[in-house]
């Protein structure tokens, strides 16, 4: 019979009439194991630190008491002109809005395509079982590849806009959110899906009575979560020409020293739609899941 606590393999045994000595040689070897694990992060951690360092252009600890240079000289250019940051802040809401709506319309078809792939990829629920492995691999490309990268070959083919940004951040939601909305559907109830099944329900029937009201509340918990992501890369994909507010937040910190109250300006806009978009998405989130 196999050890359960300490494994197949072959050699002495705590005593089991000891009192305690099975734990205490279960907890030594977790120890250990600790102090393995710990160790090997440490060194890892170091090394890529010393190699980073080796090719960083400048030493990162000899610049290391420049590193609020920057951020003092925006910080005191915009305090002297305080007066101007309302009148900044509404002169780029319309730039914002456009950022939030690349995030809603991301968003929304990610949402809709991964909810169709992840039941296309779940084990007892998939329409073509024997296509389950291609299309996980084809989920994984999409995950894999930054909207970074998507949104500049894009721009080099649509010019820049706020379509080349759309349709990065979509094709990065379908593939992160298909993974998560795999995983939630894998754990749904399949009594329903057979009982539909047996009085003659399609496919479709099926997966829309059966499976989708076990597994709405979280995937929208998902969904709300991802919308707070999309909106931090949407602004962050202006950066590469695809239009929002990132786009003018760049151009303000390409002027440089003249148009800092600016760049303030565009920092606050965009923190204080973040922190609101976050409260109510919580909220939102915690409604669904816990039903109060």
């Known amino acids: 019979m196999v050890d359960i606590a300490f494994g197949p393999e072959p050699g002495k045994r705590p005593d089991a009439g000891t009192p305690g000595a099975a734990y205490l040689a279960a907890t030594r070897r977790k120890r ?9 992060f440490a060194a890892s951690m170091a090394s890529g630190f010393l190699v980073a360092q080796e090719r960083n252009a400048g030493g990162f600890l000899d610049g290391l008491h420049r590193l609020d240079d920057f ?9 002297d002109k305080r007066a101007n940051l309302p009148g900044l802040m509404w002169q780029n809401a319309g730039s914002l809005l456009e950022t939030i709506n690349i995030a809603l319309v991301s968003t929304l078809l990610g949402v809709i395509g991964a909810g169709v792939l992840s039941l296309l990829i779940t084990r007892g629920l998939a329409r073509w079982p024997r296509l389950i492995g291609l299309l996980r691999r084809v989920t994984d490309a999409l995950r894999a590849i930054p909207e970074i990268v ?11 806009g706020p379509v080349p940004a759309m349709i990065a951040i979509t094709i990065h939601t379908l593939g992160v959110l298909g993974k998560l909305f795999s995983e939630v559907a894998e754990n749904a109830d399949l009594r329903p899906v057979e009982g539909l099944a047996s009085v003659g329900a399609t496919w479709a029937q099926r997966m829309w009575f059966g499976v989708i009201p076990q597994v709405a509340p979280n995937w929208l918990s998902y969904a709300l979560l991802r919308l707070e992501i ?8 202006g950066f590469v020409g695809a239009g929002g507010i990132g786009y003018e937040l760049k151009i303000a910190m390409q002027w440089g ?6 760049v303030v300006a565009i920092f606050l806009l965009l923190f204080l ?12 989130r915690h409604r669904l899941v816990k039903g109060s």
Do not use: C
């Open 71 to 79: 951020p003092a000289e925006v910080l005191t250019e915009a305090w």
């Open 273 to 284: 739609t973040i922190v609101v978009i976050d409260r109510l998405s919580d909220h939102w």
């Open 32 to 40: 250990l194991y600790g102090g393995v694990l710990f160790v090997f």
């Open 150 to 160: 998507i949104a500049l070959v894009l721009i080099y083919i649509l010019g820049g």
């Open 230 to 237: 999309n909106l931090r890369a949407s602004a962050i994909l």
């Open 257 to 262: 020293g003249g148009r800092y109250d600016q």
